[in-house]
């Protein structure tokens, strides 16, 4: 690997972590404002349906469902070249994120069993971040390659070489 | 009677968030890498790729379904307990989708994170 396939590594790793960084931060952000603006709409019940949509209305929900639509959006980029069993786990920062957003902005009260709970989830998961995105075809090149790369799959239509280098 | 609720709802909200999970992720596996795709055709072709994918709108359906018992669950609890309960039971329900129906490998290493993810869930019960 040369000088610009090094540089090529840099940038495809950390366009990845981007997009990482993009999942776990528009969730995290996405659900509070949710909550926040769903408490001032007051209980939605099963018979009054109708007041689901107006909650819609709402600005703070209004903004809570365009960031995640921004979560959806880097979620699927994130599908598209690595492993569901991947993208969970390594998006999982978004649990810590919540928790301080619930404690400190939303002023909900967070427990030290819920606190453990959240630093188990994220300890747990954080681990899979380190290894291999793609297990069930060809690994991309920048990945550990500790599966050996078959093209068992290379019919599917889904290009599995995906990091052809063009420089 | 409040918890019972709170909890169908995560129930709810965690199963077809597995089913909208597994459907996107096949979907986006057919479309293939958007970045080497943008790269390639444009933008418009990826969005009328990944459009046009019938497990896609499959998948949106469910996590729609999933989205609405989210919002009912908030109206009924801490978004603090709500949104970790239900990633994390979606988390293992998506380990043993995947496994199955994606054919993922899911190796020691994320079956070890999907055990601290439940030990995570009980603590969050509590």
């Given at each position: 690997?040369?000088?610009?396939?090094?540089?090529?590594?840099?940038?495809?790793?950390?366009?990845?972590?981007?997009?990482?960084?993009?999942?776990?931060?528009?969730?995290?952000?996405?659900?509070?404002?949710?909550?926040?603006?769903?408490?001032?709409?007051?209980?939605?019940?099963?018979?009054?349906?109708?007041?689901?949509?107006?909650?819609?209305?709402?600005?703070?929900?209004?903004?809570?469902?365009?960031?995640?639509?921004?979560?959806?959006?880097?979620?699927?980029?994130?599908?598209?070249?690595?492993?569901?069993?991947?993208?969970?786990?390594?998006?999982?920062?978004?649990?810590?994120?919540?928790?301080?957003?619930?404690?400190?902005?939303?002023?909900?009260?967070?427990?030290?069993?819920?606190?453990?709970?959240?630093?188990?989830?994220?300890?747990?998961?954080?681990?899979?971040?380190?290894?291999?995105?793609?297990?069930?075809?060809?690994?991309?090149?920048?990945?550990?390659?500790?599966?050996?790369?078959?093209?068992?799959?290379?019919?599917?239509?889904?290009?599995?070489?995906?990091?052809?280098?063009?420089? | 009677?409040?918890?019972?609720?709170?909890?169908?709802?995560?129930?709810?909200?965690?199963?077809?968030?597995?089913?909208?999970?597994?459907?996107?992720?096949?979907?986006?596996?057919?479309?293939?890498?958007?970045?080497?795709?943008?790269?390639?055709?444009?933008?418009?072709?990826?969005?009328?790729?990944?459009?046009?994918?019938?497990?896609?709108?499959?998948?949106?359906?469910?996590?729609?379904?999933?989205?609405?018992?989210?919002?009912?669950?908030?109206?009924?609890?801490?978004?603090?307990?709500?949104?970790?309960?239900?990633?994390?039971?979606?988390?293992?329900?998506?380990?043993?989708?995947?496994?199955?129906?994606?054919?993922?490998?899911?190796?020691?290493?994320?079956?070890?994170?999907?055990?601290?993810?439940?030990?995570?869930?009980?603590?969050l019960a509590g």
């Amino acid at each position: 690997m040369g000088h610009a396939g090094t540089l090529y590594w840099l940038y495809v790793t950390f366009r990845k972590y981007l997009v990482l960084a993009g999942v776990a931060v528009f969730a995290a952000t996405g659900d509070p404002m949710l909550s926040y603006g769903m408490k001032q709409t007051g209980t939605v019940s099963l018979h009054h349906l109708s007041s689901l949509f107006a909650a819609v209305l709402n600005p703070w929900v209004a903004v809570g469902i365009v960031l995640l639509l921004a979560f959806f959006a880097s979620y699927m980029n994130a599908l598209s070249w690595a492993d569901l069993t991947y993208v969970l786990p390594a998006t999982s920062i978004s649990y810590v994120l919540l928790a301080l957003i619930a404690r400190f902005a939303l002023h909900e009260q967070v427990s030290w069993r819920r606190w453990l709970g959240i630093a188990l989830i994220s300890g747990g998961v954080g681990i899979v971040a380190g290894g291999p995105a793609r297990t069930e075809r060809a690994q991309a090149r920048n990945e550990h390659l500790e599966y050996p790369p078959f093209a068992k799959n290379a019919k599917d239509g889904a290009p599995s070489a995906s990091y052809e280098v063009e420089l | 009677m409040r918890h019972l609720y709170t909890w169908g709802a995560i129930l709810v909200m965690s199963l077809a968030s597995v089913v909208g999970d597994v459907l996107l992720a096949r979907a986006m596996k057919q479309v293939g890498d958007v970045h080497a795709l943008l790269r390639r055709s444009g933008l418009w072709i990826v969005i009328g790729r990944v459009l046009s994918n019938p497990n896609f709108f499959l998948g949106v359906t469910a996590m729609a379904a999933a989205f609405f018992s989210l919002l009912f669950a908030l109206s009924w609890g801490d978004v603090s307990l709500i949104a970790p309960a239900a990633a994390s039971l979606t988390f293992i329900g998506n380990a043993l989708a995947a496994k199955i129906f994606l054919h993922e490998k899911v190796d020691s290493r994320r079956w070890i994170a999907a055990m601290l993810v439940a030990t995570g869930v009980a603590l969050l019960a509590g």
